[in-house]
């Protein structure tokens, strides 16, 4: 069963944002769901180079599993 983990991205001058992106670069077997600004997260991952897609959150699908880069 695939479950939904929500992870906070936290103050976003902080490490926060750098190690909720460090996860995006993982398979996870649930699903992560990101507290954050979704342009915060964007502009860090570029300042990063790291190629990261943000989706919208949408509590109407079913929970699937964190692929390498989502």
Same mark, same amino acid.
């Given at each position: !069963?695939?479950?939904?983990? +929500? +992870?906070? @991205? =936290?103050?976003? &001058? =902080?490490? =926060?944002?750098?190690?909720? $992106? &460090? $996860?995006? #670069?993982?398979?996870?077997?649930?699903?992560? /769901? +990101?507290? @954050?600004? #979704?342009? !915060? $997260? @964007?502009?860090? &991952?570029?300042?990063? =180079?790291?190629? /990261?897609?943000? $989706?919208?959150?949408?509590?109407?699908? &079913?929970?699937?599993?964190?692929?390498?880069?989502?």
């Amino acid at each position: !069963m695939v479950k939904r983990l +929500v +992870v906070t @991205a =936290g103050e976003p &001058a =902080g490490i =926060g944002p750098d190690l909720v $992106l &460090a $996860l995006s #670069k993982e398979h996870w077997p649930h699903q992560l /769901v +990101v507290c @954050a600004d #979704k342009k !915060m $997260l @964007a502009q860090r &991952a570029e300042q990063l =180079g790291i190629n /990261v897609t943000l $989706l919208d959150y949408d509590a109407s699908t &079913a929970p699937s599993p964190n692929k390498r880069g989502h």
